[in-house]
């Protein structure tokens, strides 16, 4: 807005100087004075060859703009940039036609028409700068997305293809931050075709996102921009109470994980698992039980292979987790989310153990510690009996030789959560876990 006040303002003090201004005279206009004519072919020549110059750069810029998407060129052949150059022409023509038939009033005229074309070539660069910023281009083609989902249409609008295009290009590039913002567009896409309720459309810009990610998974930095992004979007899911859209992103951000597991991409394996626990959280705290129970079933997916092949980290990540996700499940009274959390983390200490992974052993020895200590705090007798079973349990097991030391570590534990019990006015009772 700012920027048309100005061009508007300089417009019109280049017009009111040329006709008012007396220190601006033109020359006579007559076959004793040839000055005039050669004024107006001057004024003409020049305004050719700036034309020129400003139609080349364009193209270049044109061709540039290509690397993102071949559609982008296109950008650029506007009704701005058509108006410009049609300014431009009649500028042109303009002292050319007063050549034959000079006129005092017509070389003002054609002035007034040279003077304005270069006043706006300042504005015309400027958009074609702003037409070449991909961030501005994506920002502009997920607002038609947008708009697009208020229509009558559930298709898949031609804006996605040209996002997806544009991020994938822009991963080629290594420009990571286009990348990055083309996925939230797309992620911003989908969630307001679900809230829109325009599933067919929701489910074709998922699939643009899910592609984009997979496509540039073996890209260190894009494999990490791409969890990053699929977290931002499910925990919006969450948050706007989206519970086919969480769960549909939480699924995708599965696959994508056992694929990095496939191809041994450890940073978007862990960093995935991360990211179902923390929207499973955010999902435990909305009350959608439904969400948590489907990002249980994604981690325990990616841990089995995980502790078979001796991958303690990422084992540690999963048993961070499913811990994680059963605390906030026991703060928020989901009884059902607490029991299969306590027997997910138990499962676990026993494999881990049993494989020798003494990371992910302990974390989940301090993870039912910390869960029995909390379920003494609130008095939940049954909890805290299932838990001290689960933790007798590991301390009798026949652990890995680089497992011996957790079993102290689940006798010291499970002294913790009987102390806290007693403290609370509980029984100690041992009871089967799997009951």
């Given at each position: 807005m700012l920027t048309r006040v100005v061009v508007i303002v300089a417009c019109a003090l280049v017009l009111t100087s040329i006709w008012l201004y007396p220190g601006i005279q033109l020359p006579e206009l007559d076959a004793e004075h040839p000055h005039g004519l050669y004024f107006l072919s001057t004024l003409a020549q020049s305004l050719a060859a700036v034309l020129a110059l400003v139609f080349t750069v364009t193209l270049v810029i044109a061709q540039l703009s290509s690397q993102y998407s071949y559609r982008l060129p296109s950008r650029f052949l506007d009704i701005t940039a058509i108006a410009y150059t049609a300014l431009f022409v009649v500028a042109i023509l303009l002292p050319i036609g007063q050549l034959t038939h000079p006129t005092t009033i017509g070389a003002r005229v054609s002035f007034s028409f040279g003077a304005v074309a270069l006043v706006l070539l300042m504005p015309y660069l400027l958009s074609i700068r702003r037409k070449l910023d991909p961030d501005r281009i994506l920002h502009d083609l997920g607002a038609r997305v947008l708009t697009s989902v208020g229509g009558i249409d559930d298709a898949e609008p031609a804006e996605a293809r040209l996002i997806q295009s544009m991020t994938l290009s822009a991963c080629g590039v290594?420009?990571?931050e286009s990348f990055g913002q083309g996925l939230a567009v797309l992620g911003d896409g989908m969630i307001a075709a679900f809230e829109g309720g325009k599933p067919g459309m929701a489910g074709a810009i998922l699939a643009r996102l899910r592609d984009a990610c997979m496509s540039t998974i073996d890209d260190s930095v894009a494999v990490l921009r791409s969890v990053e992004r699929l977290r931002e979007v499910g925990k919006t899911a969450v948050s706007r109470n989206l519970a086919d859209a969480a769960e549909a992103i939480m699924k995708h951000i599965g696959i994508f994980t056992v694929t990095c597991q496939e191809r041994g991409i450890t940073a978007g394996l862990n960093e995935g698992v991360i990211s179902v626990g923390i929207i499973a959280i955010e999902a435990v705290k909305a009350g959608m039980r439904d969400v948590a129970m489907t990002a249980v079933n994604q981690?325990?997916?990616?841990?089995?292979?995980?502790?078979?092949?001796?991958?303690?980290?990422?084992?540690?990540w999963c048993a961070w987790s499913i811990s994680r996700i059963a605390l906030h499940g026991l703060r928020a009274s989901d009884a059902h989310t607490i029991t299969v959390g306590v027997s997910a983390v138990h499962r676990l200490a026993r494999h881990a153990m049993t494989k020798g992974l003494p990371r992910s052993a302990f974390r989940c020895i301090e993870a039912l510690e910390e869960l029995g200590v909390e379920a003494a705090k609130r008095r939940d007798q049954s909890l805290v009996d299932r838990i001290m079973g689960a933790l007798d349990g590991l301390t009798k097991m026949t652990a890995a030789e680089a497992c011996r030391a957790r079993l102290g570590d689940a006798g010291e534990a499970l002294s913790a959560v009987r102390h806290e019990a007693h403290s609370r006015g509980l029984v100690s009772r041992i009871v089967d876990p799997s009951t």
């Open positions: 290594r420009d990571y981690i325990q997916i990616i841990e089995h292979p995980a502790v078979e092949q001796g991958a303690d980290t990422t084992a540690d």
